[in-house]
């Protein structure tokens, strides 16, 4: 109140404080949609009055201190940051915007409307009332094509018997020019190159004034050049498949399937590349084929730029056809790669230290598009802080190579046209693994996969594996280790199980891919299934143990999870994110319980944030994961369930907030007794949900997100009944994250 009564002072004579604007709308008629008008014709209202803080104007008040002889530095500083120039009244041109009111009134067609406006003064300070008077609008009764020159008369005659235009319709300005733009576009994909969406014009016929109807017109307008309105094809298609601006000579040309492949030497065999060419000779000019064949081209891998560019062949056409000449320029990226990363890893069971991680890639390996990647990985843990378990150590070295073919490999032929979208990569890897756990074992193990990653259109991609396997072989355990596992059977079954051998496959609906829509989703199916095929050649090891084939104990079972995401968008950078994930893994046949490595886990950063990486649940157990074997060994289940809400803002630049709300854990379906059966699912799953709470800060630069939450348990599953409902603020979990938890 004191900064608002102090700036008073300071404005000048003659002058008053413009504070902004109210408007009203008076109607003869019901207006559907009326909220969406208003916002329209509010907009145009200007200027925007000085912005308020509680009622108060501090960027007007430091404005005006700025203005003294002498400020001061911290005027100056206040001023830079926050200060506002004042708006006045005489900066107010109500008629101006009268006229901008009828303007905006006509476009929607209501015509002949009225708009007045009216000062309101209060000492120091004015605002402006507008207020508009709305007829009945006027209303389409026909919809007609003028006369045009053949052949562009039959497309557009054609176009329209789509179109939105029914009769009845309310005359509508932004209406007409979307259907230009529909008219445009299709057009544009029946070879009308030159054609452009200005060259159409609408005319409405209000003959019938006293009913309030128009006739509306379409026809070209005057003097459109000749070449625009006549469909052009593609006579020639020149694929530059190493092109370099400053190296363009001494070329060769190889044609394969009506198509010229220029390059110095075979940098790409035509036969590979071919297929991600849409492009055909003789076809006509369409944008949509050529968008295609630049996103095909650039989902290769081995190409940094795509340029397609269009000549025209002739300059006078022929038998009203056009033609053109399509140029293809692929500009390469650097064919060898090498990537270092340093890695430092703090986990929540007290293990931290570096890893070093090397990655080498050589881009179109064969002269196909192939990838080659073989990646390494040393990494070195330590515990602090553990009491007795000070000092325990952890030693991991990776090695893995990954081959990927931009096409389909498989021992039948698939039909090109069969992926329209995009052409399939086929990834194949094999890696080993070598970890050493001191004072406790060492595990070797070995991965190779071969499957299929495909996009099905801009919003759904799917991965199959039909081929993954994996061989684990533990060796040099200690006697504590030993203990661990004869206390808990579970984990020694889970290890047992040396080899897995399956089928995975993952499908996904990415809906936000554009970040304004208001609605958005994104949904995540997971299939992995493993020990079918090879159980056919299992091998009986006697009564009560399980088969095995090449002397290995296979894994079998079955696991399926969801993963969905909703955002709604409340606009200027507003966001109510939610989630739900659900979880079951089957164990049967060869298997009594689920392979460690394919256990569910919950707690940390993407899950819920009040509880500890892997650290809540499996059900009520209530067990400390400090003690010897939670050291190593997290708290793990066979079916998972998670619920996750935040509301999103903006704060100051690239600083976003977040105020947010988790709930879930893991059970088994199947009781382990090192849970004592506190982990079972049961019918009362809802009351043992851990739940959480808490806010978060994420600094948010071009889509590269830091993000800090920090979370507070406000129902623990683990605590006696009558005791789990409890805003526990001092066991607080501080959660440190790389980009946005869903």
Known sequence: MLLSCSINKYIPEGEQLYTGARLSIEKDTIIRNEKALKSELEAVIRPEPNKKFLG???????????????????????????????????????????????????????????????????????????????????????????????????????????????????????????????????????????????????????????????????????????????????????????????????????????????????????????????????????????????????????????????????????????????????????????????????????????????????????????????????????????????????????????????????????????????????????????????QLYTLLSGSILFGYTWDGNAYVSHQINPISANYTELSNTTQEFEQILTDNPFLQRSFDQQFISGLTYSFTYNGMVNPNKKHQIYLNLGLDVAGNSVSLFGKEMGPNEPKTILGLAYAQYAKADMDFHYHFNLGKEQVIASRIFAGYGLAYGNSEVMPFVKQYFSGGPYSVRAFGIRDLGPGTYSGDASTDSGAFFDKTGNIRLEANIEYRFPIYSFFKGAVFADAGNIWNSKPNPTFNGKDTFTSNFINELGMGAGFGLRIDIQSFVIRFDLAAPFHDPSLPKGKRFNFDVGESVFNFAIGYPF
């Open 56 to 438: 108060m104007y501090p960027g007007l008040f430091y404005y005006y201190k700025n203005q003294k002889e002498n400020p001061g530095f911290l005027n100056k500083w206040l001023y830079k940051k926050i200060g506002a120039t004042p708006v006045y009244r005489s900066y107010v041109e109500a008629s101006s915007i009268e006229e901008l009111l009828l303007n905006r009134l006509e476009n929607r067609g209501y015509f002949y409307s009225t708009a007045t406006s009216n000062f309101e003064d209060q000492e120091k300070r004015t605002s402006v009332s507008y207020t508009v008077n709305i007829p009945k609008p006027y209303r389409m009764e026909s919809y007609h094509l003028d006369t045009m020159p053949k052949p562009i008369y039959n497309a557009v005659k054609t176009l329209m018997k789509s179109s939105p235009f029914k009769k009845g319709m309310r005359f509508d300005l932004g209406n007409m020019k979307k259907e230009r733009q529909r008219i445009d576009a299709h057009l544009k994909t029946k070879g009308y190159y030159n054609f452009n969406e200005n060259f159409l014009i609408f005319e409405a016929d209000t003959n019938c004034l006293k009913r309030k109807k128009f006739d509306l017109f379409l026809r070209l307008k005057k003097e459109v050049p000749e070449k625009s309105i006549i469909p052009y094809n593609i006579g020639k298609i020149n694929i530059y498949t190493n092109y370099k601006i400053e190296d363009s000579a001494n070329t060769q040309i190889t044609r394969y399937k009506e198509k010229n492949f220029i390059q110095k030497e075979t940098f790409f065999k035509p036969k590979y590349l071919d297929p991600f060419i849409k492009l055909k000779e003789g076809s006509l000019y369409n944008p949509e084929t050529s968008r295609n064949t630049a996103r095909r081209l650039s989902s290769i891998g081995a190409y940094k730029y795509v340029n397609i560019q269009y000549k025209e062949v002739d300059s006078v056409a022929s038998d009203s056809l056009g033609k053109l000449e399509a140029n293809i320029y692929l500009s390469p990226l650097n064919k060898r790669a090498l990537k270092a990363e340093l890695q430092v890893v703090s986990k929540s069971n007290n293990f931290s230290g570096p890893a070093l991680a090397f990655t080498y890639s050589n881009r179109n390996l064969f002269g196909g598009g192939e990838t080659y990647n073989i990646s390494s990985k040393i990494g070195y843990e330590t515990q602090f802080g553990g009491g007795q378990k000070t000092g325990k150590s952890s030693l991991e070295l990776e090695i893995k190579n990954e081959l990927i073919f931009p096409r389909v490999l498989f021992p039948i032929k698939i039909n090109e046209d069969f992926f329209k979208y995009a052409i399939p990569k086929t990834r194949t890897s094999l890696g080993v693994n070598y970890l050493n756990r001191s």
